[in-house]
């Protein structure tokens, strides 16, 4: 009887490894293949690094507040 269930669990597990796996090492591989769309941008100003989209465009040139853009 009990090497029935330790059978049983055994080929669970086979068919678990065997469908289900495959698809998370997929799902892993795509993750690794997204680009990243927000990029980090150095203030000409006070030189910090800031995100581009949380950055002010000013003359083709990225500032990190209003501060900085006034006294470029």
Known sequence: MLLKIIAIFV???LVYILFFKKNREKDIKNKK???IED???E???CKIFISQKEAIL???KFYCSKDCLLNK
Request: with cysteine; proline share 7%; glycine share 6%.
């Open 11 to 13: 080929v669970l597990f």
């Open 33 to 35: 293949n997204e680009i």
């Open 39 to 41: 990029e980090m941008v």
């Open 43 to 45: 203030c000409p100003t």
């Open 58 to 60: 000013s003359n083709g």
